[in-house]
Nanobody
Framework: QAPLVESGGGLVQPGGSLRLSCAAS????????MRWYRQAPGKERDLVAI???????AYVDSVKGRFTISRGNAWPTVYLQMNNLKPEDTGVYFC??????????WGQGTQVTVSS
C-alpha cells in the first residue's frame, strides 16, 4: 500500500460538500508539511492547500473560503473539508507529505466528481 492513503472522495452535486482524509500507511516519519493536490482529466496536477505541523495553512486562490485543510491528532493525518463544490473542482485528489530534507510521499489519490 502507498505510504499515504486518501479517502472520502465521491460524487457530489454542485454546492455540496465532501471531507477528504489522508492517513499514513507506512514509514512517514519526520514529515513537517502536508499538501493536497488535485489533477483534473487531461490537466496538470495543481496544488490545492498546504498545512504545516504547527497548523499553519495556505490555499490556492480558487478554493479560498470554500476548502479547509486541517491536521489530525495523529500527524501526519490531515483532512480537507470541501464546501460549495463546483464542477471545476472535479479531479483526483492526492495527499503529499514532505520531510525537511526534501523526501516526499504520495497517496494513490481519491476521485472527486462534482456534477449535476
Amino acid at each position: 500500500q502507498a505510504p499515504l492513503v486518501e479517502s472520502g472522495g465521491g460524487l457530489v452535486q454542485p454546492g455540496g460538500s465532501l471531507r477528504l482524509s489522508c492517513a499514513a500507511s507506512g514509514d512517514t516519519s519526520e514529515i513537517d508539511a502536508m499538501r493536497w493536490y488535485r489533477q483534473a482529466p487531461g490537466k496538470e496536477r495543481d496544488l490545492v492547500a498546504i498545512i504545516l505541523e504547527d497548523g499553519s495553512t495556505a490555499y490556492v486562490d480558487s478554493v479560498k473560503g470554500r476548502f479547509t485543510i486541517s491536521r489530525g491528532n495523529a500527524w501526519p493525518t490531515v483532512y480537507l473539508q470541501m464546501n460549495n463544490l463546483k464542477p471545476e473542482d472535479t479531479g483526483v485528489y492526492f495527499c503529499n507529505g514532505q520531510r525537511p530534507n526534501g523526501v516526499d510521499f504520495w497517496g494513490q489519490g481519491t476521485q472527486v466528481t462534482v456534477s449535476s
